[in-house]
């Protein structure tokens, strides 16, 4: 008995069970428990029900008694992030908006290498530290999970600085962190010879050492007119996949290509899909690859919004994640990304909801977080409202009262 706690009252629980991982939703579908409790037991959800009736069956739990009206949602799920880098990009923000092309500001120094540049200036305990610091203000807004990808490495040695620092920053963190391998973000300037031969030292020099270390179980790639084709990057996937690595892709931003390439080879996730045609949408829609919305890219950017609407009609998993990043989304606001694709692409409140919890820790392979449900991982926000639509409505200005991880309250 000695480990249980009973949270409540909590006057909306919003436990997200029931909903399925594909297709639209209603927020008819949407389960509100009024008057709830949570019992945790360890890291894990025992069990949840009404306050009252929860306070007899469970006299002997540590009773942690909320006062005022509370709204209960799962622990945010970030599933795309690129949250560890060193230095800043308000240059390119400033001049974007100031009307220069995408080659002037790269002529200015600007781009994803100028954030090489400067992540790979920073130490290892640099980088994990400014790592621990984003995690945490994410956490402070919900995000109890969030995937980290690497990138502003690009160079074998580089890389693996950036993934160990990743692994370095989860002991000043409660937040999980999910470490990706974005080895194949662009071939790096300082790299002579092709791109597949880039890849190909990636893959040969890089994979077994992610192994060894037990660095990172997943491997992204930018596939990009200005990164890399479906060809280039087709075999180097397929070896990451022959090793036993998850897939994820950074798909149809600018152009389509990537989609089919992450479909074709089973990816977790495919993720942007902003330049998505009906074509890849229908191809997605049928896959059980999650699309992947980054609002935060097309704000950051003042670029088109990720045909959400369309690929949950068409029977889609759609996640949303933010991107954070210093170049293209520099916001790193889940809730209010969210909220605004939402206002675009008429997204219902369930759906975003799902999108930022269940749904995009399937785009992680992750099934044991993303509901208050019995038996998940106890990870759950409490925001300061009576009703669940103030915290989309608010556009990310309503901020958590208090955050649960692993069964504990982390803030
Ligand atoms: O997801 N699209 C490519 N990569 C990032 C941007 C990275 C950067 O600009 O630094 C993205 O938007
Ligand atoms: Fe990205």
Known sequence: MGNKKLIGPITQLLTLDQLPIKGALKDEQ??????????????????????????????????????????????????????????????????????????????????????????????????????????????????????????????????????????????????????????????????????????????????????????????????????????????????????GFDLTVHADQFTAGGSAVAVELGAKSADHLEASTDTEVKLLAKSDTIAVALPGASIGLGCAFTPARKILDQGGALAIASDWNPGSAPMGDLIAQASILATFEKLSTTEVLAGISFRAAAALGLDDRGKITSGKLADFVLFPTSDYREILYQQGKLKPTMVWKNGKKVG
Not at 206 to 218: A, D, I, M, Q, T
């Open 30 to 243: 949407l389960e509100i428990v009024e008057q709830a409790g949570i019992v945790v037991e360890g890291e894990k959800i025992l069990k949840t029900g009404l306050w009252t009736a929860l306070k007899t069956e469970f006299l002997q739990a540590e009773l942690v008694e909320l006062k005022g009206d509370f709204v209960a949602i799962p622990g945010l799920v970030d599933c795309h992030t690129h949250i560890c880098f060193g230095g800043s990009r308000a240059r390119d923000f400033a001049m974007r908006n100031a009307g220069k092309s995408y080659l002037e500001i790269a002529q200015a120094g600007g781009g994803i290498w100028d954030t090489v540049t400067q992540t790979r200036a920073l130490s290892l305990d640099e980088l994990a530290a400014a790592t621990a610091k984003n995690a945490n203000r994410h956490l402070s807004e919900g995000v109890t999970t969030i995937e980290v990808k690497s990138g502003y490495g690009l160079s074998v040695e580089e890389e693996l600085k950036m993934l160990r620092a990743i692994q370095k920053a989860k002991a000043s963190t409660p937040a999980d962190l999910v470490p990706t391998c974005l080895a194949a973000h662009m071939k790096p300037r300082d790299f002579e010879g092709s791109p597949t031969e880039y890849l190909e030292r990636m893959a040969n020099q890089l994979f077994p050492v992610l192994e060894e270390e037990k660095l990172s179980g997943r491997i992204d790639a930018f596939v990009e007119k200005s990164a890399f084709s479906p060809e280039e990057i087709t075999p180097y996937l397929e070896k990451a996949k022959a090793l």
